[in-house]
């Protein structure tokens, strides 16, 4: 018969081993048992019990681990076990205050002082928790006491926790190194040390993220994705979401908007109670990048979403002193309150002030507080926030944001002397080193501004105040000065684009067509007009950033092994690194080294800069030489009777740019209120079907976006001809269907603008202009056609694993007609001794598509389209149980003439601000091809089939493609069965 006792030990050996295997679920079962067993010796079950809790908050259930403490309170324990349970109280997961965590140390310390013997194997875990309660300098001590006390235990587990808490807290010089001890460790000791690396690579990437080393961080989060694909199985998900979050900080940091929502969408979709608190930095991390891409409605959806899923963490959140939790919350539901509802977001604002005063003894020290009272001066423009404004300066080492806000109220109020005194005291707060602002000095200061940014935005608002002084006194010096300033901050646009802050390249701000509108508007005072800048600024708000972002990342992948590329990143993370050094310096002499060590560094990266700009001309253009196109380049490039035309909308007016070879002209006219109800109820009309409607609101947008330039639209021309036209819209415009706009009931039935013009629409004129200089390749091959059909295809069966929440999980429908769709106009090609291939039915998958899209001069894509909430994350439904995502048509190499997306809804997706339309039309001209055809509504696959059919009958004529689509459209409306969501859908984005 077997020893009780040996057995008790046999039975908890096999359950650590089972630990040690990474079999966590097995292992957390077998501790359970035997914690329960009360026929166990209590050593074990005492033991087994701290185990099973180790575990349980390795999967972050707090609850159980919290109730399995609890159970002790009910039994006899020794010493050991109550000063066990009370570090284990004091960790990181429970919610405890900072004093109460101090107090169970303080009685677990004298346990272990009375109890030398039986607690010794407790003294280098007290150390390291009693380390994370105290101050840096308090820390490094305890730490090193506790690394010497696993040591000394050979406690491998204790070892690399002290290890990696000293790598956080000490950046020097050997920081490096103690991360290839930490990793040696790892491979020497642990049976399966991609566990150990896993737990390293997130101490690691949290690390870099603190220093501003986004790269680094990024990088070594990916390799806990990676070793997460292999051993999914065995690795907490808690870790997978901790990466996840890091990335999505880390690229929203870098401006890699895609990705930054890709990663924190994954992470949101790691799923279980235990994640609440990783879910919560997720809507965080969310609310902080909707609202900068000016997807103001996400924003709140998720900034609210945090507030939820912190109330599950802190069911108690109401009297819970976690101020430096919630607050946090607060705050970023008043950030993303702040454009649609100013009186909102400084409710939330006063929260988050009111809950630290309740809960901080000293609220200075929390480091958002000056930071709230600077909000409340943005919210509150008026004397109430300038007295928050003047409180928060003495809180903050950079105060630019604050006279800015100051500035703002000052406007507001219509005080416009002391606004511009605000923002000057901005700007110089702003510069790096000491001196005076003066927009005669651009050269001096190009080096000089710690946030390009910030320096942009406040200069434009200098433009604007003057311009506004210069029309309520038609005084000429306010006039100059206004465009002396607006002309001053184009020239730090330029210097953003090679800025080591990624960010200030990518100019986000919802408020900015008004203020380059103004510019336009002063420069309209002249008695020469500059076209060439008026262009450039009608650019600038048709900034295209998320399109940058993937070009950037496009970048990325071809050049990461060139040398320049390590020279260029490893010299922005030295430059971060100085910057944060130079502003955490406690004396004015390391302020300076270290200032100098900076500006040496920024130098460097400029002159980095120039020599690419000589020996890798392609990257340089790409990355930083964006330059808006002249007048002249326009104009050659336009044929006769083409004309140009681009909308700017602003808060009360609309400006259109229009350019054909004879005319240049400005128009500024007032925008009506409602415009923005207008739009939608026009496009919601012709979705219905509502004909009688639909032709009344496209009257009423005609008067209101045609009419004023109509006689230079209209002019000279002759009613059997068709002029081309090119739409460049802004805004809402981007998702209206210019050509159904009506004039009139003429005699031959209704009159569309479509019936004078072949139209054509594009981002920005630069983009048009780059596609009409696009060369085809001679030896593509003729035709390509893909079609799925769906007959045999389900929603559920082509759902995979996108993280989709939104997706409904109806059968796709069927689409008969697109077969036929695409084998008509292969029929076409052929009967002209063109080349054609189909991809029909199974037929129709992802790797096939691939294969073949490059070698084709058309492309024809009859398939269903699926929208979703991550813009890159919408695709063409293929038949492979897959997509073709937006974001895989950025990594495409096309030279294709033309692709058309027969797909409901395929030119429509997250429409922003500053964006305009993000659909996958962008991704297919960035690969390279010269036109693409979208939808706007929901079509019929039939009368899809006819008008397609027409199309290509016309291309095949020899009609270019502009007129082709467009007779093919005409032709079609004048049909009775067909209305306009069907002809008005089809939209050409290209030559």
């Not at 990518?506 to 005072?525: C, E, H, M, T, Y």
Request: charged share 25%; with cysteine; proline share 3%.
């Amino acid at each position: 018969m077997k020893d009780p006792k040996h057995w008790d030990a046999s039975a908890l050996q096999s359950a650590i081993n089972l630990e040690k295997g990474l079999q966590f679920p097995e292992a957390r079962m077998a501790y359970g048992r035997l914690a329960n067993d009360s026929s166990i010796a209590r050593e074990v079950r005492y033991q087994a019990l701290f185990k099973l809790v180790s575990i349980q908050l390795l999967y972050q259930d707090l609850d159980e681990a919290s109730s399995c403490l609890d159970s002790l309170d009910d039994l006899d324990v020794p010493e050991w076990v109550l000063a066990e349970k009370l570090i284990f109280r004091s960790g990181p997961n429970f919610p405890y205050s900072r004093d109460q965590k101090l107090r169970y140390l303080d009685i677990a310390s004298k346990l272990c002082e009375e109890n030398p013997k039986d607690c010794a194997h407790l003294t280098g875990k007290l150390l390291l928790q009693k380390s994370r309660q105290m101050s840096i300098s308090q820390r490094e001590e305890l730490i090193v006491k506790a690394l010497q006390q696993a040591k000394r235990s050979n406690d491998v587990d204790l070892e690399l926790e002290a290890l990696l808490w000293l790598c956080t807290i000490k950046e020097d010089s050997e920081t490096e190194k103690r991360y290839e001890q930490i990793e040696d460790l790892i491979l020497s000791s642990y049976e399966y040390p991609q566990y150990g690396m896993v737990k390293l690579n997130t101490f690691r990437a949290g690390h870099y993220l603190n220093q501003s080393e986004y790269q680094k961080s990024i990088d070594t989060a990916l390799q806990i994705v990676d070793i997460y694909r292999v051993m999914e199985d065995r690795i907490p998900g808690y870790y997978l979401l901790y990466a996840c979050n890091y990335l999505g900080y880390c690229f929203n940091k870098i401006g890699d908007y895609f990705e930054a929502i890709y990663y924190t969408q994954k992470a949101l979709t790691l799923q279980g109670r235990q994640a609440s608190k990783e879910r919560r930095n997720s809507c965080l991390i969310l609310a902080h990048i909707y609202r900068a891409i000016g997807r103001t409605d996400l924003g709140i959806k998720y900034a609210k979403l945090a507030l939820e899923y912190f109330k599950q963490v802190r069911p108690d959140w109401a009297s819970n002193p976690a101020g430096s939790e919630l607050h946090s919350v607060y705050l970023t539901l008043g950030y993303s309150y702040e454009p649609i509802d100013k009186q909102v977001s400084a409710e939330y604002y006063q929260k988050a002030l009111q809950f630290i005063e309740e809960t901080e003894k000293d609220p200075t020290l929390v480091p958002n507080y000056g930071h709230l009272r600077e909000r409340m001066v943005v919210v509150l423009p008026n004397a109430e926030g300038l007295e928050y404004a003047r409180s928060a300066l003495p809180l903050l080492t950079e105060k630019y944001q604050v006279y800015e806000g100051m500035g703002d109220a000052h406007y507001e109020m219509g005080d416009f002397a002391a606004a511009k005194a605000s923002y000057l005291k901005a700007i110089i707060d702003n510069l790096t080193g000491e001196g005076s602002f003066s927009y005669d000095d651009i050269e001096q200061q190009q080096y000089n501004f710690e946030n390009y940014l910030h320096a942009f935005e406040v200069i434009l608002k200098l433009g604007q105040l003057h311009f506004q002084m210069y029309r309520k006194s038609s005084d000429e010096i306010q006039l100059h000065e206004s465009i002396a300033y607006y002309r001053y901050a184009l020239d730090i646009q330029e210097l953003m684009k090679r800025s080591i802050d990624d960010q200030s390249q990518i100019v986000i701000n919802d408020g900015l067509p008004n203020r380059i509108g103004s510019f336009v508007k002063a420069l309209l005072q002249q008695t020469e007009l500059d076209y060439n800048l008026i262009i450039r600024l009608f650019e600038i708000c048709k900034a295209n950033i998320l399109h940058q972002s993937l070009i950037e990342k496009q970048l990325q992948r071809k050049y990461r092994h060139f040398p320049f590329f390590e020279k260029e990143q490893n010299l922005k993370s030295e430059i971060r690194k100085l910057e944060q050094a130079w502003k955490q310096a406690s004396n004015e002499s390391e302020k300076n080294a270290c200032f100098n060590r900076f500006f040496d560094k920024r130098r460097a990266h400029q002159e980095l800069i120039r020599s690419l700009q000589q020996d890798y001309p392609a990257y340089s253009n790409a990355r930083y030489e964006q330059a808006s196109p002249s007048m002249d380049t326009i104009k050659s490039a336009l044929k006769a009777e083409e004309k140009v035309i681009s909308y700017l909308l602003l808060d009360e007016e609309i400006l259109i740019l229009f350019i054909s070879r004879e005319d240049t002209e400005v128009v500024c006219f007032p925008k009506p209120a409602n415009l923005s109800d207008i739009i939608r109820e026009y496009l919601a009309s012709i979705s219905s079907l509502n004909t009688m409607r639909v032709q009344q609101l496209a009257t009423q947008l005609y008067q209101i976006l045609i009419a004023p330039i109509s006689d230079l639209l209209f002019g000279i021309l002759d009613s059997h001809q068709f002029s081309d036209l090119t739409i460049i819209p802004h805004q809402e415009l981007a998702s209206l269907p210019f050509e159904a706009l009506f004039i009139d009931q003429s005699e031959e039935g209704a009159d569309y603008l479509i019936n004078h013009f072949d139209i054509a629409y594009h981002y920005s004129i630069g983009l048009w202009l780059g596609s009409k200089e696009k060369q085809i390749p001679e030896h593509l091959d003729g035709f390509l056609g893909l079609a799925p059909v769906y007959d045999r295809l389900s929603a559920e069966a082509a759902s995979q694993a996108i993280y989709d929440r939104n997706s409904d999980k109806k059968n796709w429908q069927a689409l008969p007609y697109s077969k036929k769709e695409v084998e008509g106009i292969a029929a076409l090609f052929e009967a002209k001794d063109e080349d054609s291939k189909l991809l029909i039915r199974e037929e129709a998958i992802k790797s096939a598509l691939l294969t073949h899209i490059s070698q084709y001069r058309y492309v024809h894509l009859a398939a269903h389209f699926h929208q979703h909430d991550i813009p890159q994350r919408s695709g063409l439904v293929l038949a492979d149980s897959n997509y073709l995502f937006v974001d895989d048509t950025y990594a495409l190499d096309l030279k294709a003439e033309l692709v058309v997306l027969s797909a409901c809804e395929s030119g429509i997706g997250e429409l922003s601000n500053s964006e305009g339309m993000l659909a996958i039309s962008r991704g297919l001209q960035y690969a390279g091809v010269q036109n693409v055809v979208t939808t706007l509504f929901k079509i019929n696959d039939k009368l899809a089939y006819e008008l397609m059919h027409l199309f290509y009958v016309e291309i095949l004529k020899g009609h270019s493609i502009r007129a082709a689509l467009n007779t093919a459209k005409r032709t079609l409306s004048k049909s009775e069965h067909t209305t306009e969501a069907i002809w008005a859908s089809f939209t050409l984005i290209g030559e």
